[in-house]
């Protein structure tokens, strides 16, 4: 007899006939004697329709007021989950984050796990139930209700799975594990049995929208498994695991993309102390997270430019920001564009293997792909490149290092 | 300076454009100086079709589940009404039931409101915001979600005002006030300037549906006067108040229907002690509501008839249960119709006042309308009917003691 928490995202809530198919395998698995937690999200489309509301009424809503409105969607989706475990003759019990402690900062729309009171949940599982928690919401101190951000609710089961000490957490989505490349865009990208978490991160933070990144932080710091798998068939999806338990030497994971990208760069900036620290503190201060950032000296050796890439939702107000900064800092131009993308390699100890990285660009090159700009961390070799150029860039590579890979 | 509560039907509520509209007039009103705490209801036709959905999955929901669904409603309308306040630069909090301690008996879909924290509210109106609670629900001591029966913001609106000591509490709805009788039967009702708690009591258990009964009882019981008005235009209502200020002879204020009733009668039952009793018991036990009862004697002196009404939606199992009693209690036959009504001309003092009983009667038989069950209170006297007659009945009535009467 196991503890195993399953969350069940959006499509897998949509209508009530889904709920009943999602109750079906929550009471298989209750019947075969282990203890279940389900962390469900609010039915697809709801949330996106919330938000919709919101904004009828007001370009800034409140986010005190957002969270309260948006928190409403996984409250339907527990209630309506647990009459259909009633039915099918098991007891279950929903619960809200206030309802369990769920303690988080007061970040509204972005808050952080603080607390979880895991007593009344560990009564209710002795007392035979299924216990149904709403995903993605928590209350801060003031018992004012507050969001983990858009996708939280996989955070809220692996935290879960954290505090209960739970034998597994099983995410079930509308994709069966996590693939070496986008199906959409690569013929045929091969399933992974098991990813680490670093890689895992990377490859979330590099396009692919498969788990929530926090809720892979919270699974590394806590040592949780975290079983990756399909809503719809019952077969093996992908297990996000401690990496050195499975990875013994340099192996590319997967290529991802991301088109959502714009690019700024400032020319000519006097070389100076402090000029790229302004520079980023005045777009942190927007809340503003460049993703890739390049500095290099032009002809002129005491002047310098800055580019660096932003999302385009954040581009226009980048643009903005960076005109001022123009002014301010005594720049000689600004430039900015959002027809790029980024191209993604993902494996442990890549940049350490430079035959990997100079394969990389290689590759790249024989596809007449220019490169804009580079970056590397030890998992994660980024690289700039046009917008029209970018699902030949994942073809060219997903066959170069995963197709003749193995 | 004052205090007003102010409670917002699903109506006032049904989209984005009407949430505006109602968030301009709390406006108004805090920018007059006032106090203002804003009760609003789910937008109109979200808990019809929750509903839906927990039937669509069981036909026997869970009570703890049912009222966990169903309590989403308020909370988008909380929020989205705050976010409104906010866009016209006001500022505005929103509150769930837990939020403000608003404590109630653990009988979910019905419990009873047991204490309500004011210090938060109190505290957030010194800030300058406008406070804005969520209606129908409440949380019993496990912190486990109930709600106060359906229509029961108008309660939650009456209790805020009891315990804030509010100077006025005003529900706004789709009517403009309480009438003579419904505008769908008769022609020319007049709308009530005032009316007693008592008086609108029987309104309302007569098929009036304008107030929450249970709000009407906490208003008389703490003397709050509720100004009853319309979401859509700024004209005055009917005020709800202590009856003895505005009553010194016996007056009709109005005059009510029902039209979804049933009749069962048992012929033949022995005349023994205890057989009305064991009826009414058992019906209880299936918490089956007799409305009107009629004991009469047969032409055997030792047998006795016994007839009473019920809501429609309770006939089916009322025959059933009643059935078995005839067995039981060894009677002689059984019979039930569901083609009757209910029409009640409400007005204290009416009982005592033989006239004007006396005028109810000779009304209905000028009218060629038998009456077939009478039952009369103090500030009631109601008719069983057959349905085809009851608006002819309604139409008599008003014209005798409304249209004449003044």
Redesign the interface.
Same mark, same amino acid.
């Given at each position: 007899m196991a503890l195993i928490i399953q969350k069940y995202g959006g499509t897998s809530v949509a209508n &009530? #006939?889904r709920?009943?198919e999602v109750a079906k395998k929550v009471v298989k698995y209750k019947k075969e004697g282990h203890d279940v937690v389900v962390v469900v999200s609010a039915p697809a489309g709801m949330t996106d329709s919330?938000v919709k /509301? !919101?904004y #009828? =009424?007001?370009n +800034?809503? +409140?986010k005190? #007021?957002?969270d309260? $409105?948006l &928190? &409403?969607?996984e409250? =339907?989706s527990? !209630? $309506?989950l *647990?009459? !259909?475990v009633?039915?099918l003759g098991e007891k !279950? =019990? *929903?619960f /809200?984050a206030?309802?369990i402690d769920f303690r988080t900062t007061s970040d509204h729309t972005k808050a952080e796990i603080l607390n979880i009171d895991t007593k009344k949940i560990k009564e209710k599982l002795t007392a035979g139930n299924v216990v149904v928690i709403a995903g993605f919401q928590g209350v801060d101190e003031n018992?004012? =209700?507050t969001t983990l951000g858009r996708g939280g609710s996989d955070t809220t089961a692996v935290a879960l799975g954290a505090v209960l000490n739970a034998d597994e957490v099983e995410i079930y989505t509308d994709v069966d594990g996590v693939y070496t490349a986008d199906p959409r865009v690569v013929d045929n990208p091969k399933k992974l049995k098991e990813i680490s978490y670093q890689e895992m991160l990377e490859m979330a933070s590099s396009g692919a929208k498969v788990l929530h990144p926090r809720s892979v932080e919270i699974a590394a710091k806590y040592n949780i498994n975290i079983h990756l798998r399909s809503s719809f068939e019952d077969i093996p999806g992908t297990i996000v695991k401690k990496g050195d338990e499975i990875m013994e030497k340099a192996q590319v994971v997967g290529v991802t993309s991301s088109k959502n990208e714009g690019k700024i760069t400032l020319f000519g900036l006097p070389d100076k102390p402090g000029t790229a620290s302004k520079v980023f503190s005045t777009l942190a201060k927007a809340k503003i997270n460049p993703d890739i950032i390049l500095q290099s000296s032009s002809i002129n050796k005491d002047l310098n430019n800055i580019s660096f890439t932003v999302k385009t939702t954040d581009l226009k107000e980048a643009v903005k920001i960076t005109e001022t900064l123009k002014e301010e800092l005594g720049a000689a131009g600004l430039a900015y564009q959002d027809n790029i993308a980024k191209v993604s390699v993902i494996g442990v100890g890549l940049r350490t293997h430079y035959e990997t990285v100079s394969a990389i660009f290689d590759t790249l090159a024989e596809n007449q792909i220019n490169i804009d700009m580079i970056s590397a961390s030890e998992i994660n070799v980024s690289c700039i490149i046009e917008e029209k150029d970018i699902d030949k860039a994942v073809k060219a590579l997903h066959a170069k290092f995963i197709d003749l890979g193995e």
């Open positions: &009530t #006939e709920v009943k919330l /509301n !919101a #009828e =009424i007001t +800034n809503p +409140n005190r #007021e957002l309260m $409105l &928190t &409403t969607g409250q =339907i527990v !209630a $309506l *647990s009459m !259909a009633y039915e !279950a =019990i *929903s /809200n206030f309802q018992f004012d =209700i």
